[in-house]
């Protein structure tokens, strides 16, 4: 179909910006809330139009609940329509291809970013979504929810709410983060329950199968594997066909995503405070800062000079 020739755009999100514009809330810039209501409605209209025209995929898990009214909401081409009292966890594999409120539903939005969920993770609280989990959730996006299920959910949405909101600095960070540890357990339990009760996953195609593989292998490699042949034969496939797969499925080939992945790593680090170009280059595997910097402009338009000075 002809949706399925747009590019799909890996976007880094400025979650300050973007609570503020929506008149929501923020925190360290890695976690967003916003309460969907007739009074921002048509700010969140807004937006989800612009997805008809554009797809993305983000680097951070997406939590949507929809409290009444109904949602619809397009992942990876395949629609999907959310009733009241049902969730949608969008991961970072899945990519968002469209979007469409309901006239006064309400709904609650939160977006993590996959660093603050490794954190929490390595903190003490519930473990960062396994691949299995992460896999799963990139199949069968869509919760439906019993009473029970629903009030633990929204109760502990509705707390993380409250205290984003909260104006109270010297505190505030151990009550978002303990707040959130609360949500994530009760979405573990939510995934953990739907598997016992063995649900059938609907039947996922070969070719989507090999997309989500190559995605985790980009995501545990892509630092120090260039080159499509490794994807390739970890998937045992030709690179001919897993760059006609890719193609299919977001509009790049194998090689380009590779270097997207590389490129997005390379900002990443090159932010950081007292960044270095060669420990950079070094930490991406490259021959040399030379050719590091050559790739980088390529990418980006910039030297990484330029980038840094930027910032």
Do not use: C, W
């Not at 299995?132 to 990139?138: A, E, G, N, V």
């Not at 303990?178 to 016992?196: C, G, K, Y």
């Amino acid at each position: 179909m002809a949706k399925q020739t747009k590019i799909i755009q890996s976007i880094d999100l400025d979650m300050t910006g973007l609570a503020e514009y929506f008149k929501g809330y923020s925190f360290n810039n890695e976690i967003m809330m916003i309460r969907v209501t007739d009074l921002n409605k048509e700010l969140i209209d807004k937006a989800a139009s612009g997805l008809i025209s554009n797809s993305y995929r983000l680097d951070a898990l997406t939590v949507l609940l929809a409290m009444d009214g109904n949602l619809d909401v397009s992942l990876d081409f395949n629609r999907y329509s959310i009733p009241e009292k049902s969730l949608l966890l969008i991961s970072p594999i899945n990519a968002i291809t469209g979007a469409d409120l309901s006239t006064g539903g309400r709904f609650f939005l939160l977006i993590i970013k996959r660093e603050l969920l490794d954190r929490l993770g390595n903190s003490g609280g519930p473990k960062p979504l396994p691949t299995k989990d992460l896999s799963d959730i990139f199949q069968r996006p869509h919760f439906e929810m019993d009473e029970n299920s629903y009030n633990k959910i929204s109760g502990s949405v509705e707390n993380l709410y409250h205290y984003m909101k909260d104006t109270r600095k010297d505190i505030k960070e151990f009550l978002v983060i303990a707040s959130l540890a609360i949500v994530m357990t009760e979405i573990f339990s939510l995934i953990s329950e739907r598997e016992n009760v063995g649900l059938q996953a609907k039947h996922i195609s070969r070719k989507t199968e090999l997309m989500t593989r190559f995605v985790f292998l980009l995501r545990e490699y892509g630092e120090k594997e260039h080159n499509p042949v490794f994807y390739a034969d970890k998937l045992f496939i030709s690179v001919q066909y897993l760059s006609l797969i890719l193609k299919e499925e977001t509009g790049k080939t194998a090689s380009q995503l590779i270097a997207q992945h590389i490129a997005t790593r390379a900002r990443n680090m090159l932010r950081l405070p007292g960044a270095s170009i060669k420990e950079t280059a070094e930490k991406l595997n490259f021959a040399d800062q030379s050719s590091f910097g050559k790739f980088f402009k390529k990418e980006t338009g910039l030297s990484p000079k330029k980038y840094i000075e930027s910032l």
